[in-house]
């Protein structure tokens, strides 16, 4: 129960930034005794991945930080938050990773509907991201880019740790930011619409 909570934690930081919980995985499980990954996912704390991890999140951070930017990068990563999701949430959930070395048997074998639940999980923070960042970016006049994927790094940070070592508080995290977030965006969408003369809906 607790390895499916943590899958679920670390597809969610997923949905926000891809290669963080990648990331959190392969440093946690190659630098500490906090976390082993089950076999399979050697190549996570491999030092070349680690690199290539850290490459990628240094870009990531860079863009998601510049206005009109950071809504192309959002459209780009519809693919990559998914799949880190889906990776994650089989790692987190101790599943087997045939999909490393056998794509043919990843698909019939158990290891797949874990790859397709963390895909779904990671899809809903991103989607909300993809929606919700470009009014953040129009009601600010561009300096909220900074500010909301600041949140969303360090968001994806505390959940990937919280992830491995308290699941559960990892998970009321997350659902306390998901109330956040839509109380947030129903507000500076109503504060739109009273600035555009156009009637709120609730």
């Given amino acids: 129960m607790l390895e499916a909570i943590t899958g679920l934690a670390l597809a969610s930081a997923a949905g926000l930034n891809a290669y963080i919980p ?19 996912w050697d190549w996570l704390e491999n030092g070349w991945a680690l690199g290539v991890l850290g ?33 994650v949430f089989s790692a987190g959930s101790a599943s087997s990773t045939v999909a490393v070395t056998d794509p043919a048997a990843f698909v019939n074998s158990s290891a797949f509907w874990p790859f397709v639940i963390g895909v779904l999980i990671a899809l809903v923070p991103h989607i909300l991201k993809l929606v919700a960042r470009p009014v953040v970016n129009f009601m600010s006049a561009g300096v909220g880019a900074s500010i909301m994927s600041t949140i969303e790094d360090v968001a994806a940070v505390v959940v990937t740790v919280l992830a491995i070592l308290l699941p559960l508080v990892a998970l009321a ?8 977030g839509v109380r947030w965006f129903r507000k500076l969408r109503h504060r739109r619409q009273g600035n555009s003369g156009t009637p709120a809906v609730a």
Avoid: W, Y
């Fill in 173 to 180: 995290l997350i659902v306390l930011l998901i109330v956040f």
């Fill in 22 to 40: 990648l990331l959190g995985l392969g440093l946690l499980s190659r630098f500490t005794d906090l976390l082993t990954l089950p076999a399979g």
């Fill in 55 to 87: 490459g990628l999140l240094i870009v990531e951070m860079i863009v998601d930080k510049v206005p009109a930017l950071d809504t192309a990068n959002d459209i780009l990563q519809t693919i990559v938050r998914p799949a880190s999701g889906g990776l």
